[in-house]
């Protein structure tokens, strides 16, 4: 039996409860809180955004100054009963709920951070001619992902698991009457669909120094030893840095009804994780993650901290002659043309999951339309290098080979003035 009067076995203990959820889960978790989430919306707290997305500002940051993600994440999906549209009332009953949440937790990493999002499939409810979000589509040749119908996602994210737990719980599974102390008069559950809590209408991970390899070792002991305990994500390095992320600016977007707000396109993707650590050394992970040139001069220190401005040099060798001279091309190096302005497109806020007992992503991004997403995917995907050189189209192509896509959706993320069951 494991002691829980521990911090160590606590800790793992609350990352366990995020994965499985659940009334049981959730007690044991707030009966061993030793750290209060803080309450939000009171006197003197910080004025909230007007983008969902907008948590640049106020989440904590490094030593390079680059934002943390918060540490815990809980996707959940759902969809409107019937085939019908939101009333006004359905309106007034969810902005009261996310009101709760607000007044409940500070917007911050150690508050609870939220997003809800909808779909074409929402807006079509509404029999209108174009909807304001693409509905999602493969991107690859090589992928053929489930394109997800349904109407909301949301997404919610903090440090502290039990922020998480509450919020499902009071909002989404009915089994709390309070969060975080304060009381609960309207819940989500009131205007969607019974929310299911089984993969895939219910989707967690975790980003984070230590977490990684803490959460794979219980799958696979020899394999979680082989990840850097400093590293924050599966794959050993770090890779969302302020130099590769698109600014919150970029990715609002800046005219029409949902001026303020941005779009969220959502992925499950499987990793090969033996493949990745048990085939290729430190060099070839490396070469294929950043660039050769980036192994070969030995830039990379560690899990990559020190790449705190961008993961890809300005000088860095042409993807394309780069795959014909190596034999392999670096993710990074490809991804330095999806860009405008010399700016990313898209901000990520991808997360590391094990879900379904398998190593994945939910790889979680952010931009002014979805548009800028297929730019991305189309450069990472590297086909104008795979046709001018010798590398394939997955293999020795940056991390193509190790990814495997089994889910896609695309959402629209309206400003706080419209998160409400908004219209066309």
């Not at 085939?83 to 709760?100: C, K, Q």
Request: glycine share 8%.
């Amino acid at each position: 039996m494991v002691n829980l009067q521990s911090a160590d076995s606590r800790r793992e203990f609350l990352k366990k409860a995020v994965a499985l959820g659940g009334v049981t889960a959730l007690a044991a978790c707030v009966e061993r809180r030793d750290v209060e989430s803080p309450t939000g919306g009171g006197e003197g707290a910080p004025e909230r955004p007007d983008g969902q997305h907008e948590w640049g500002e106020f989440s904590s940051t490094d030593e390079y100054g680059n934002a943390n993600p918060p540490k815990h994440h809980v996707l959940r999906f759902l969809s409107l009963p019937g085939d019908g549209t939101p009333t006004a009332e359905d309106r007034e009953v969810l902005e009261s709920a996310l009101t709760t949440l607000e007044e409940a937790y500070s917007w911050s990493n150690t508050g609870l951070f939220f997003t809800v999002g909808y779909s074409s499939a929402y807006f079509d409810r509404f029999g209108v001619e174009e909807s304001p979000i693409a509905e999602p589509v493969p991107l690859a040749e090589f992928e053929d992902p489930e394109l997800e119908e349904y109407d909301i996602a949301i997404h919610f994210a903090s440090d502290h698991p039990e922020a998480l737990l509450e919020a499902e719980q009071a909002m989404l599974d009915e089994e709390r009457d309070t969060v975080n102390d304060v009381e609960v008069t309207d819940r989500i559950s009131d205007v969607v669909a019974e929310p299911s809590t089984e993969y895939p209408d219910r989707r967690t991970g975790f980003v984070g120094e230590g977490l990684p390899k803490k959460f794979v070792s219980e799958l696979d002991e020899e394999l979680g030893d082989k990840i850097p305990e400093e590293a924050p994500l599966m794959m050993g390095f770090e890779s969302v840095l302020d130099g590769n992320q698109a600014t919150e600016g970029r990715i609002t977007i800046s005219d029409g009804r949902f001026s303020g707000g941005s779009t969220m396109q959502v992925s499950a993707l499987s990793i090969d994780m033996e493949q990745w650590w048990y085939q290729d050394d430190r060099w070839q992970r490396i070469a294929k993650m950043f660039s050769p040139a980036h192994a070969e001069e030995e830039m990379v220190e560690g899990v990559g901290n020190n790449l705190s401005e961008d993961v890809d040099p300005e000088d860095s060798e042409d993807p394309v002659e780069t795959a014909r001279t190596t034999g392999v091309v670096g993710h990074a190096q490809k991804m330095k043309d999806a860009r405008e302005d010399g700016e990313p497109l898209i901000l990520r806020r991808d997360f590391d999951t094990i879900d379904q007992d398998d190593t994945g992503v939910h790889f979680v991004s952010h931009q002014a339309s979805i548009d800028a997403f297929v730019k991305t995917r189309t450069k990472m995907n590297g086909a104008d290098v795979a046709a001018e050189s010798s590398v394939g189209a997955r293999t020795n192509n940056g991390i193509l080979q190790y990814l495997e896509t089994g889910r896609r959706g695309n959402y629209l993320l309206p400003p706080q003035s419209l998160r409400a069951f908004p219209e066309p």
